[in-house]
T-cell receptor, first 116, second 113 residues
Framework: DAGVIQSPRHEVTEMGQEVTLRCKPISGHDYLFWYRQTMMRGLELLIYFNNNVPIDDSGMPEDRFSAKMPNASFSTLKIQPSEPRDSAVYFC??????????????FGPGTRLTVL | AQSVAQPEDQVNVAEGNPLTVKCTYSVSGNPYLFWYVQYPNRGLQFLLKYITGDNLVKGSYGFEAEFNKSQTSFHLKKPSALVSDSALYFCAVRTFGNEKLTFGTGTRLTIIP
């Protein structure tokens, strides 16, 4: 299995530009999570999906952030317009929820976003 | 609400010595506890988990963790540290019916040759 795939691995953009981060979860997994990691705030859950439906987006910082999951094998996190304080590493993770089991989340390698 | 505390930002251990990385938690109900490791410029990797049963859980790379309900702790341990164990370690907790994992702030483990 290829694991969780994220693209791009690095993104440098200028303030005000739109940024789109992409994620392909592990095949067969029905949960997908987007996290953000910074030195100041640590690891924060932004949003998660179950069977392509957003379940909890309470961690999304502002309306500038949006996430979609059009099908079971693809999700995007979009920031429009981007700001320097959005600079962080963004992780996607997926898991398989089997009744009676509590399976771990598998993380992608992350996208390092720098907004100038 | 669920929360995790990792009281030590940094732990230094000599190679070959036993290591402990501390974690305490707070939840309503039964906790389901996880340890993850993060190497530089990589995503988090799962190490081990406690769901139910034996309080001593064994995981990857020779790590183990002990669940202590009375002390609400889930400390990560290894009998003999390797330089390659140097990394950032995260404890996390969730509860039944809640897929959200709450992570601690992380502990940077440095193994000194």
């Amino acid at each position: 299995d290829a694991g969780v795939i994220q693209s791009p691995r690095h993104e440098v953009t200028e303030m005000g530009q739109e940024v789109t981060l992409r994620c392909k979860p592990i095949s067969g997994h029905d949960y997908l999570f987007w996290y953000r990691q910074t030195m100041m705030r640590g690891l924060e859950l932004l949003i998660y999906f179950n069977n392509n439906v957003p379940i909890d987006d309470s961690g999304m910082p502002e309306d500038r952030f949006s996430a979609k999951m059009p099908n079971a094998s693809f999700s995007t996190l979009k920031i429009q317009p981007s700001e320097p304080r959005d600079s962080a590493v963004y992780f996607c993770a997926s898991s398989f929820a089997d009744r009676g089991r509590f399976n771990e989340q598998f993380f992608g390698p992350g996208t390092r976003l720098t907004v100038l | 609400a669920q929360s995790v505390a990792q009281p030590e930002d940094q732990v230094n251990v000599a190679e070959g010595n036993p290591l402990t990385v501390k974690c305490t938690y707070s939840v309503s109900g039964n906790p389901y506890l996880f340890w993850y490791v993060q190497y530089p410029n990589r995503g988090l990797q799962f190490l081990l988990k406690y769901i139910t049963g034996d309080n001593l859980v064994k995981g990857s790379y020779g790590f183990e963790a002990e669940f202590n309900k009375s002390q609400t702790s889930f400390h990560l341990k290894k009998p003999s540290a390797l330089v390659s164990d140097s990394a950032l370690y995260f404890c996390a907790v969730r509860t039944f019916g809640n897929e959200k994992l709450t992570f601690g702030t992380g502990t940077r483990l440095t193994i000194i040759p």
